[in-house]
């Protein structure tokens, strides 16, 4: 089964320090693995996305992993801040078709306090 | 912004009413995608429209249908309503169909059954 799996599911950090968020996924055949933040109430915004012959990418303050071998990635925040607070959804492409079918992750809800 | 619009924003209304939930997408883009997000479950792919056909499906019900106009703006009709279909409704636009594409995602209008 296709399936994108997250932990933690929630975390709470001081503001300045660092997190990182796992995802590990069963999907096959594999197209893309993408992280998405979502501020409680709006849509989705693009963070990242990879491709299975990409194993780091950065966005500014957040920087993805990718091992596609152990079908896992990974999310780091660096000096974390106020604004980061939101959920963190990781999402793989489904590589079967050319369609635009995702399959996501519960997200990692991330608190970050002053 | 993502340059996806969404009408209503929220509505409300009884069990056994059918409503229309409308998506414009981005300046250009020709895929038109439709999610649901309820409380206790991620976001899940409803359906794909490209360039005004149905491009892929996912976990939408029978009660459930859309379409893609020829100015590319999509609505999602939901009829005989049941209180869990209350949730989040996103649609999302990329430029064509599958691969690498970014989605873009609109604010999303939040459905409330009741």
């Known amino acids: 089964k296709n399936q994108v799996e997250q932990s933690p599911q929630s975390l709470i950090i001081l503001e300045g320090k660092n997190c990182t968020l796992q995802?590990?996924?069963?999907?096959?055949?594999?197209?893309?693995l993408r992280w998405y933040k979502q501020d409680t109430g709006r849509g989705p915004v693009s963070l990242t996305i990879?491709?299975?012959?990409?194993n780091t990418k950065s966005n500014g303050r957040y920087t993805a992993t990718l091992d596609a071998d152990t079908k896992q990635s990974s999310l780091h925040i660096t000096a974390s801040q106020l604004s980061d607070s939101a959920s963190y959804i990781c999402?793989?492409?489904?590589?079967?078709?050319?369609?635009?079918?995702?399959?996501f992750g519960q997200g990692t809800t991330l608190q970050v306090k002053p | 912004d993502s340059g996806v619009t969404q009408t209503p924003k929220h509505l409300i209304t009884a069990t056994g009413q059918r409503v229309t939930l409308r998506c414009s997408p981005r300046?250009?883009?020709?895929?038109v995608y439709w999610y649901q997000q309820s409380l206790d479950q991620g976001l899940q792919f409803l359906i794909q429209?490209?360039?005004?056909?149905?491009?892929a499906k996912g976990n939408i019900l029978e009660r459930f249908s859309a379409q893609q106009f020829p100015d590319l703006h999509s609505e999602l009709n939901l009829s005989s309503l049941e209180l869990g279909d209350s949730a989040l409704y996103f649609c999302?636009?990329?430029?064509?169909?599958?691969?690498?594409?970014?989605?873009?995602f609109g604010p999303g209008t939040r459905l409330t059954v009741l």
């Open positions: 999302a636009s990329s430029p064509t169909s599958g691969g690498y594409n970014e989605q873009f």
């Open positions: 300046s250009g883009d020709l895929s």
């Open positions: 999402v793989v492409k489904h590589g079967s078709s050319n369609t635009g079918k995702l399959i």
């Open positions: 995802c590990n996924y069963t999907v096959s055949p594999f197209s893309n």
């Open positions: 429209y490209y360039n005004g056909e149905e491009r």
């Open positions: 990879m491709t299975f012959s990409e």
